[in-house]
C-alpha cells in the first residue's frame, strides 16, 4: 500500500508530489489539509520548486530523526560542532538559495528548518566586525561617523554583555 499524497503547486507553475507525512511537517500545508483534503492542488505562491524540494528533502529526513536543537546564541562559527553533520551540510548553500529557504520555513511554518537556517546565517556573520556584516548583506552604511559613535555609545552595554 502506497503512502497518501498531496500535490503542492510552486510560485513556478510546476507540482511537487509529496507524502502527506512528510508535507505535513508543515504547519500551514497541515493546516490546509485539514480544511480541504488532499483532493485538491495546495497552491504555494512564495515558493520555487527547487526549494521546495530541499523543504521536502528536510522534512522526509525529520521523518525519521530528531529535529535539531541548536543552543543560542552559537557557541561556534561552525555549525556542524553545535548539531549534526547532515543538518550542517543541509543548509551549506550559497547565500541566495539560504536566504530563499529561510523565506520559504518562515512562509510553510516549519520551524526546525527556519531555525537552522537562521543559524548557518548566524555562524556566517559570527565574530565578523560591522563592515564586514554590512558587506556579507550587502548593507550600505549611511550614519554619518558622529551617529554612529551616538549608537555604540547607546548600545554598549551590549557589547559588555558578551
Given at each position: 500500500?502506497?503512502?497518501?499524497?498531496?500535490?503542492?503547486?510552486?510560485?513556478?507553475?510546476?507540482?511537487?508530489?509529496?507524502?502527506?507525512?512528510?508535507?505535513?511537517?508543515?504547519?500551514?500545508?497541515?493546516?490546509?489539509?485539514?480544511?480541504?483534503?488532499?483532493?485538491?492542488?495546495?497552491?504555494?505562491?512564495?515558493?520555487?520548486?527547487?526549494?521546495?524540494?530541499?523543504?521536502?528533502?528536510?522534512?522526509?529526513?525529520?521523518?525519521?530523526?530528531?529535529?535539531?536543537?541548536?543552543?543560542?546564541?552559537?557557541?561556534?562559527?561552525?555549525?556542524?560542532?553545535?548539531?549534526?553533520?547532515?543538518?550542517?551540510?543541509?543548509?551549506?548553500?550559497?547565500?541566495?538559495?539560504?536566504?530563499?529557504?529561510?523565506?520559504?520555513?518562515?512562509?510553510?511554518?516549519?520551524?526546525p528548518l527556519l531555525e537552522?537556517?537562521?543559524a548557518k546565517v548566524a555562524?556566517?556573520?559570527?565574530?565578523?566586525?560591522?563592515?564586514?556584516?554590512?558587506?556579507?548583506?550587502?548593507?550600505?552604511?549611511?550614519?554619518?561617523?558622529?551617529?554612529?559613535?551616538?549608537?555604540?555609545?547607546?548600545?554598549?552595554?551590549?557589547?559588555?554583555?558578551?
Amino acid at each position: 500500500m502506497s503512502a497518501e499524497k498531496v500535490k503542492l503547486l510552486c510560485s513556478d507553475g510546476e507540482i511537487v508530489e509529496v507524502d502527506v507525512e512528510i508535507a505535513e511537517k508543515s504547519v500551514l500545508i497541515k493546516g490546509l489539509i485539514d480544511d480541504s483534503g488532499t483532493d485538491e492542488e495546495i497552491p504555494l505562491p512564495n515558493v520555487k520548486k527547487a526549494i521546495l524540494e530541499k523543504v521536502v528533502a528536510f522534512c522526509a529526513y525529520l521523518k525519521d530523526n530528531t529535529p535539531p536543537e541548536i543552543e543560542k546564541p552559537l557557541r561556534s562559527a561552525n555549525l556542524a560542532d553545535v548539531t549534526s553533520p547532515w543538518y550542517a551540510d543541509f543548509v551549506n548553500l550559497d547565500q541566495e538559495v539560504l536566504f530563499e529557504l529561510i523565506l520559504a520555513s518562515n512562509y510553510l511554518d516549519i520551524k526546525p528548518l527556519l531555525e537552522l537556517s537562521c543559524a548557518k546565517v548566524a555562524s556566517l556573520i559570527k565574530n565578523k566586525s560591522i563592515p564586514e556584516i554590512r558587506k556579507f548583506f550587502n548593507i550600505e552604511n549611511d550614519f554619518t561617523p558622529e551617529e554612529e559613535q551616538q549608537i555604540m555609545e547607546e548600545n554598549k552595554w551590549a557589547e559588555e554583555s558578551f
